[in-house]
């Protein structure tokens, strides 16, 4: 199994700061045949189901506001939001989607500081 | 505007069956780009993903839970169910169903979860 490790478990942000998340497989995630990382990312708000964010590691799914920005290849991938907001307050989970079996990552809480 | 929404009960006893039935409304279940999916999120706020089915019948599982789980389709009434027999207390958890966006590979689809629904909460208790 793949197994997704973030970092960190949660942090706290100023309004309008950087929040970066990191997601690390313990495999890589990217195809080779079509040069496609396999990883998605979602934000859960409180009380609400997950909502996709990125997917192909990097794709932003429409509506989805450009302060975020997803990165990485291979093993490294990375969230980021460039000026936190306050509806921003949220889990944001990893998801790869290369195996058999596909596994989130445990999650990030990201607060207001 | 896709929307699923689950039902079934809330409360059921170790050892039993739990099946939860998801609606689906502004899309087909017949759909050729997509997986219509079972996950389900513990206390700890873990996600994971139980098993999908596709509009031909064809179902993947979690290897971890393949033995005891079922998912099913009735086209008719554009719904998908799940069972999950001989629970125990870890399988308390809030449980979604998902339609899943589907990207075919070299004979194999892969799928990332575009909409769910609010999720139901099963609890296994005596």
């Known amino acids: 199994d793949i197994v997704m490790t973030q970092s960190p478990d949660s942090l706290a942000v100023s309004l309008g700061e950087r929040a970066t998340i990191n997601c690390k497989s313990s495999q890589s995630v990217l195809r080779s045949s079509n040069n496609k990382n396999y990883l998605a990312w979602y934000q859960q708000k409180p009380g609400q189901p997950p909502k996709v964010l990125f997917y192909w590691a990097s794709t932003r799914e429409s509506g989805v506001p450009d302060r975020f920005s997803a990165t990485g290849s291979g093993t490294d991938f990375t969230l980021t939001i460039s000026s936190l907001q306050a509806e921003d307050v949220a889990i944001y989970y990893c998801q790869q989607y290369y195996g058999t079996l596909w596994t989130f990552g445990q999650g990030t809480k990201v607060e207001i500081k | 505007q896709v929307q699923l929404q689950e039902s079934g009960p809330g409360l059921v006893k170790p050892s039993q069956t739990v099946s939860l039935t998801c609606s689906v409304s502004?899309?087909?279940?017949?759909?050729?780009?997509?997986?219509w999916s079972w996950v389900r999120q513990t206390a700890g706020k873990r996600l994971e993903c139980i098993g999908r089915i596709y509009a031909s019948g064809s179902t993947n599982y979690n290897p971890t839970l393949k033995s005891r789980v079922t998912i099913s389709a009735d086209k008719t009434k554009n719904q998908f169910s799940l069972r999950l027999n001989s629970v125990t207390a870890a399988d308390t958890a809030v449980y979604y169903c998902a339609r899943a966006r589907a990207d075919c590979f070299d004979g194999l689809c892969y799928t990332w979860f575009d909409s769910w629904g609010q999720g139901t909460l099963v609890t296994v208790s005596s």
């Open positions: 502004g899309d087909s279940i017949s759909s050729i780009n997509y997986y």
